[in-house]
Protein backbone atom coordinates (compact mmCIF):
# COMPACT_ATOMS: atom_id res chain seq x y z
CA UNK A 1 0.00 0.00 0.00
CA UNK A 2 1.67 3.63 -0.93
CA UNK A 3 1.08 6.02 1.19
CA UNK A 4 1.99 9.60 1.14
CA UNK A 5 2.15 11.71 3.92
CA UNK A 6 1.47 15.74 4.43
CA UNK A 7 0.88 17.74 7.27
CA UNK A 8 -2.66 19.02 6.65
CA UNK A 9 -1.91 22.57 7.84
CA UNK A 10 -2.92 25.72 7.53
CA UNK A 11 1.01 26.60 6.27
CA UNK A 12 0.72 30.61 6.73
CA UNK A 13 3.21 32.55 5.09
CA UNK A 14 3.61 36.01 4.47
CA UNK A 15 3.08 37.50 1.37
CA UNK A 16 7.05 37.90 -0.59
CA UNK A 17 8.51 34.90 1.80
CA UNK A 18 9.59 31.16 0.97
CA UNK A 19 6.95 28.66 1.24
CA UNK A 20 7.74 25.08 2.08
CA UNK A 21 5.87 22.42 1.96
CA UNK A 22 6.77 18.48 2.95
CA UNK A 23 5.78 15.08 1.72
CA UNK A 24 6.92 11.66 2.82
CA UNK A 25 6.28 8.42 1.11
CA UNK A 26 6.03 4.36 2.30
CA UNK A 27 7.16 2.79 -1.26
CA UNK A 28 10.04 2.98 -2.19
CA UNK A 29 9.44 1.71 -5.33
CA UNK A 30 7.95 5.00 -6.19
CA UNK A 31 9.29 6.52 -9.60
CA UNK A 32 7.55 9.85 -10.10
CA UNK A 33 6.07 12.54 -7.59
CA UNK A 34 3.92 15.00 -8.13
CA UNK A 35 2.83 18.20 -7.14
CA UNK A 36 -0.42 19.71 -7.61
CA UNK A 37 -2.11 22.38 -6.80
CA UNK A 38 -6.04 22.17 -5.86
CA UNK A 39 -8.18 25.59 -5.22
CA UNK A 40 -11.11 25.09 -2.86
CA UNK A 41 -13.95 22.90 -4.89
CA UNK A 42 -11.72 22.95 -8.21
CA UNK A 43 -9.94 19.89 -9.66
CA UNK A 44 -5.74 19.34 -9.24
CA UNK A 45 -3.90 21.51 -11.68
CA UNK A 46 -0.18 20.17 -11.83
CA UNK A 47 2.65 22.44 -10.83
CA UNK A 48 5.79 20.12 -11.34
CA UNK A 49 7.16 16.21 -11.46
CA UNK A 50 10.08 15.44 -10.65
CA UNK A 51 11.72 11.93 -11.19
CA UNK A 52 15.60 11.67 -10.11
CA UNK A 53 16.69 13.07 -6.85
CA UNK A 54 18.04 16.64 -6.29
CA UNK A 55 15.88 19.88 -7.42
CA UNK A 56 14.56 20.80 -10.02
CA UNK A 57 13.06 24.50 -10.69
CA UNK A 58 10.42 26.16 -12.92
CA UNK A 59 10.04 29.86 -12.25
CA UNK A 60 9.21 30.35 -8.11
CA UNK A 61 8.87 26.72 -7.75
CA UNK A 62 11.39 24.58 -6.71
CA UNK A 63 10.86 20.63 -5.96
CA UNK A 64 13.06 18.56 -3.89
CA UNK A 65 13.28 14.75 -3.88
CA UNK A 66 15.37 12.53 -1.68
CA UNK A 67 14.94 9.23 -2.05
CA UNK A 68 16.93 7.54 0.51
CA UNK A 69 14.99 9.47 2.82
CA UNK A 70 12.03 8.96 1.05
CA UNK A 71 10.77 12.75 1.00
CA UNK A 72 9.67 14.93 -1.38
CA UNK A 73 9.26 18.73 -0.82
CA UNK A 74 8.06 21.82 -2.86
CA UNK A 75 9.47 25.38 -2.19
CA UNK A 76 7.51 28.33 -3.71
CA UNK A 77 9.95 31.95 -3.29
CA UNK A 78 8.51 35.36 -3.11
CA UNK A 79 4.76 33.69 -2.11
CA UNK A 80 1.58 35.56 -3.27
CA UNK A 81 -1.89 35.58 -1.94
CA UNK A 82 -3.10 33.82 -4.90
CA UNK A 83 -0.55 30.83 -3.86
CA UNK A 84 -3.21 30.41 -1.53
CA UNK A 85 -4.35 26.90 -1.97
CA UNK A 86 -4.13 23.15 -1.05
CA UNK A 87 -0.72 21.71 -2.71
CA UNK A 88 -1.09 17.22 -3.06
CA UNK A 89 1.70 15.53 -3.00
CA UNK A 90 1.22 12.66 -4.99
CA UNK A 91 3.28 9.84 -6.62
CA UNK A 92 3.14 6.92 -9.33
CA UNK A 93 4.97 3.47 -8.78
CA UNK A 94 4.95 0.52 -11.68
CA UNK A 95 1.48 1.52 -12.95
CA UNK A 96 -0.59 4.18 -14.30
CA UNK A 97 -2.53 4.90 -10.51
CA UNK A 98 -1.40 7.62 -8.74
CA UNK A 99 -1.43 8.19 -5.12
CA UNK A 100 -2.10 11.28 -3.44
CA UNK A 101 -1.70 12.72 0.46
CA UNK A 102 -4.45 14.55 1.89
CA UNK A 103 -2.81 18.19 0.83
CA UNK A 104 -1.22 21.00 2.93
CA UNK A 105 -3.29 24.03 3.16
CA UNK A 106 -1.12 27.34 2.25
CA UNK A 107 -2.39 30.85 3.36
CA UNK A 108 -0.69 33.73 1.98
CA UNK A 109 -1.26 36.51 4.23
CA UNK A 110 -1.08 40.32 2.40
CA UNK B 1 -4.14 24.48 -24.50
CA UNK B 2 -6.38 21.06 -24.64
CA UNK B 3 -8.17 20.40 -21.12
CA UNK B 4 -10.15 17.49 -20.38
CA UNK B 5 -13.86 18.72 -19.86
CA UNK B 6 -16.63 16.66 -17.91
CA UNK B 7 -20.50 16.59 -18.04
CA UNK B 8 -22.56 17.39 -15.64
CA UNK B 9 -20.66 19.54 -13.52
CA UNK B 10 -23.13 18.59 -10.27
CA UNK B 11 -25.51 15.36 -10.39
CA UNK B 12 -27.88 15.03 -7.81
CA UNK B 13 -30.00 11.58 -7.48
CA UNK B 14 -31.81 9.39 -5.43
CA UNK B 15 -30.38 6.39 -3.46
CA UNK B 16 -30.13 3.26 -5.60
CA UNK B 17 -30.55 5.08 -8.82
CA UNK B 18 -27.92 4.67 -11.97
CA UNK B 19 -25.67 7.64 -12.94
CA UNK B 20 -23.22 8.13 -15.49
CA UNK B 21 -20.38 10.66 -15.51
CA UNK B 22 -18.70 11.90 -18.75
CA UNK B 23 -15.80 12.72 -20.02
CA UNK B 24 -14.45 14.07 -23.43
CA UNK B 25 -10.34 13.46 -22.71
CA UNK B 26 -7.64 15.99 -24.51
CA UNK B 27 -8.10 14.69 -28.09
CA UNK B 28 -4.41 12.54 -28.96
CA UNK B 29 -4.37 11.36 -25.21
CA UNK B 30 -4.03 7.46 -25.07
CA UNK B 31 -4.73 6.60 -21.26
CA UNK B 32 -7.62 7.52 -19.21
CA UNK B 33 -8.73 7.66 -15.54
CA UNK B 34 -11.43 8.27 -12.83
CA UNK B 35 -10.93 9.94 -9.44
CA UNK B 36 -13.03 10.66 -6.62
CA UNK B 37 -12.60 12.85 -3.79
CA UNK B 38 -14.70 12.89 -1.02
CA UNK B 39 -15.46 16.28 0.69
CA UNK B 40 -12.35 16.82 2.91
CA UNK B 41 -10.60 13.78 1.63
CA UNK B 42 -7.94 12.64 -0.33
CA UNK B 43 -8.16 12.19 -3.88
CA UNK B 44 -8.69 8.45 -4.55
CA UNK B 45 -7.94 6.16 -7.72
CA UNK B 46 -10.53 4.07 -9.10
CA UNK B 47 -9.63 3.04 -12.53
CA UNK B 48 -7.53 3.56 -15.30
CA UNK B 49 -8.38 2.51 -18.86
CA UNK B 50 -5.91 1.92 -22.07
CA UNK B 51 -6.65 0.48 -25.55
CA UNK B 52 -10.36 0.12 -24.56
CA UNK B 53 -10.09 -1.69 -21.57
CA UNK B 54 -9.23 -1.44 -17.58
CA UNK B 55 -5.80 -1.84 -16.90
CA UNK B 56 -5.68 -0.80 -13.32
CA UNK B 57 -8.71 -0.57 -10.72
CA UNK B 58 -9.02 0.31 -6.79
CA UNK B 59 -10.60 -1.77 -4.21
CA UNK B 60 -12.68 0.80 -4.71
CA UNK B 61 -14.04 0.35 -8.07
CA UNK B 62 -16.49 -2.94 -7.16
CA UNK B 63 -19.31 -4.18 -9.42
CA UNK B 64 -21.37 -1.12 -9.03
CA UNK B 65 -18.43 0.77 -11.14
CA UNK B 66 -18.23 0.69 -15.00
CA UNK B 67 -16.45 2.40 -17.63
CA UNK B 68 -16.68 2.77 -20.97
CA UNK B 69 -15.48 4.19 -23.98
CA UNK B 70 -18.23 4.73 -26.39
CA UNK B 71 -16.96 6.23 -29.16
CA UNK B 72 -13.35 7.67 -30.34
CA UNK B 73 -14.10 11.32 -27.78
CA UNK B 74 -16.16 9.95 -24.79
CA UNK B 75 -14.88 8.65 -21.84
CA UNK B 76 -18.02 7.50 -18.66
CA UNK B 77 -18.40 6.48 -15.37
CA UNK B 78 -21.66 4.25 -14.58
CA UNK B 79 -22.90 3.64 -11.26
CA UNK B 80 -25.29 1.06 -11.13
CA UNK B 81 -27.06 1.34 -7.98
CA UNK B 82 -26.00 4.95 -6.37
CA UNK B 83 -25.26 4.49 -2.81
CA UNK B 84 -25.01 7.37 0.00
CA UNK B 85 -21.41 7.41 0.73
CA UNK B 86 -20.86 7.58 -3.52
CA UNK B 87 -21.42 11.40 -3.18
CA UNK B 88 -18.19 12.91 -3.80
CA UNK B 89 -16.12 14.80 -6.55
CA UNK B 90 -15.14 12.98 -9.52
CA UNK B 91 -12.58 13.58 -11.84
CA UNK B 92 -12.11 12.37 -15.04
CA UNK B 93 -8.06 12.65 -16.20
CA UNK B 94 -6.27 11.56 -19.44
CA UNK B 95 -2.04 11.56 -20.09
CA UNK B 96 0.21 9.52 -22.94
CA UNK B 97 0.59 10.20 -26.24
CA UNK B 98 2.06 7.52 -28.52
CA UNK B 99 5.64 7.17 -28.11
CA UNK B 100 5.75 10.14 -24.61
CA UNK B 101 5.74 9.47 -20.83
CA UNK B 102 2.34 8.63 -19.92
CA UNK B 103 2.80 10.13 -16.45
CA UNK B 104 1.27 13.68 -16.16
CA UNK B 105 -2.19 12.93 -15.67
CA UNK B 106 -4.15 16.71 -16.46
CA UNK B 107 -7.61 16.64 -14.42
CA UNK B 108 -10.95 17.62 -15.78
CA UNK B 109 -13.14 20.31 -13.93
CA UNK B 110 -15.12 17.34 -12.29
CA UNK B 111 -18.34 16.10 -11.53
CA UNK B 112 -20.07 16.95 -8.17
CA UNK B 113 -22.05 13.78 -7.22
CA UNK B 114 -24.99 14.29 -4.58
CA UNK B 115 -26.92 11.03 -3.95
CA UNK B 116 -29.77 11.93 -1.59
Known amino acids: QKEVEQNSGPLSVPEGAIASLNCTYS??????FFWYRQYSGKSPELIMF????GDKEDGRFTAQLNKASQYVSLLIRDSQPSDSATYLC??????????FGIGTKLQVIP | EPEVTQTPSHQVTQMGQEVILRCVPI?????FYWYRQILGQKVEFLVS????????KSEIFDDQFSVERPDGSNFTLKIRSTKLEDSAMYFC??????????????FGPGTRLTVL
Open chain 2, 93 to 106: ASSGTAGVSTDTQY
Open chain 1, 27 to 32: DRGSQS
Open chain 1, 50 to 53: IYSN
Open chain 1, 90 to 99: ALRGGYQKVT
Open chain 2, 27 to 31: SNHLY
Open chain 2, 49 to 56: FYNNEISE
